[in-house]
C-alpha cells in the first residue's frame, strides 16, 4: 500500500516555497520545494484570501513549466482541496488540455455557469480589458490584466534546471518517482526506504529499490 503523505499545516511560508520552486517574491526559498505540493499550498491559500498575485504567479509557473509537472501527484493533492480549489484547477486543465496528462482534473464537479474570482466589478473590467485569453474557454471568467504575467517573475526552464535538484532530474530522468525519490537521496544519502516513501508518498517497495540503485551507484563512485 502507498503512504499517503501528511499534509504540512497552512501556516508554511508560502513565499518560502514558491520561491523554493523558481517565483520571484524576495523570500528566502525553501530548498529542493516539493513542487506539487507548493503549487496546491498556494492555489489552497490564495483563492482563500483572493491574492491574486500569487495566483498569476502559479499559472505563469504552469505556463513555463507545464512539461515537468508530475500531473498525477498534484491531483491526488487537489482532491483533498476545497470546491473552489478544484474549480480553479479544473479551469486550467480546460486551458491546457491539449496535454492529455490534464485530462483527470476535468472530473472535477462543477456548476454549469462559469465562476468569477472577483468580489465586484467582473463584467466592467472585462468591458474594460478584455478577457484573460488563456481562459476564454474554460469554467473562469476573469479579465485581462488580474493574473499578472511579466517575463522574471518565475524562472525559466534553463534557470530552474540550475537551482531545483528535482526539477533538474525530472529533465534528465523524466517526469517519475525515480527521478524525485533520487533527488532526496542526493541531498540526505541516510533517508531509510520508509522514510522516502513517506516524503514522497509512494509505495515502500519503489522506494526501497531506487534506495538501493543509489547505494550501489554511490558505491561504484567510491
Known amino acids: 500500500m502507498a503512504h499517503k503523505r501528511e499534509l504540512q499545516a497552512l501556516d ?9 520552486i523558481g517565483c520571484a517574491l524576495g523570500a528566502a526559498p525553501s530548498q529542493n520545494a516539493d513542487i ?3 503549487l496546491f499550498l498556494a492555489s489552497e491559500e490564495s483563492l482563500k484570501h483572493l491574492d491574486f498575485r500569487i495566483l498569476g504567479l502559479i499559472v505563469q509557473w504552469i505556463d513555463i513549466h507545464d512539461s515537468y509537472l508530475n500531473h498525477p501527484r498534484l491531483l491526488r493533492f487537489i482532491k483533498t482541496a476545497s470546491s473552489i480549489t478544484q474549480r480553479f484547477w479544473r479551469a486550467i486543465a480546460q486551458w491546457k488540455q491539449e496535454n492529455r496528462k490534464w485530462s483527470r482534473f476535468l472530473l472535477f464537479e462543477t456548476p454549469s455557469s462559469r465562476f468569477v474570482l472577483l468580489p465586484v466589478g467582473t463584467e466592467f473590467q472585462i468591458q474594460r480589458k478584455g478577457e484573460d485569453s488563456r481562459f476564454e474557454n474554460t469554467d473562469l471568467r476573469i479579465p485581462n490584466g488580474v493574473f499578472r504575467a511579466r517575463e ?4 525559466s526552464q534553463k534557470q530552474l534546471i540550475r537551482f531545483h535538484r528535482t526539477y533538474r532530474h525530472r529533465v ?3 517526469v517519475c518517482l525515480r527521478a524525485d525519490l533520487w533527488s532526496l537521496l542526493e541531498e540526505n544519502p541516510n533517508l531509510t526506504p520508509t522514510q522516502l516513501a513517506k516524503r514522497i508518498g509512494c509505495a515502500f517497495a519503489s522506494a526501497w529499490e531506487v534506495k538501493k540503485d543509489f547505494m550501489l551507484f554511490s558505491l561504484e563512485e567510491n
Do not use: A, K, P, R
Open 172 to 174: 534528465c530522468i523524466g
Open 36 to 38: 506539487e505540493y507548493t
Open 152 to 155: 522574471g517573475d518565475v524562472l
Open 12 to 20: 508554511e511560508d508560502i513565499t518560502s516555497l514558491l520561491s523554493g
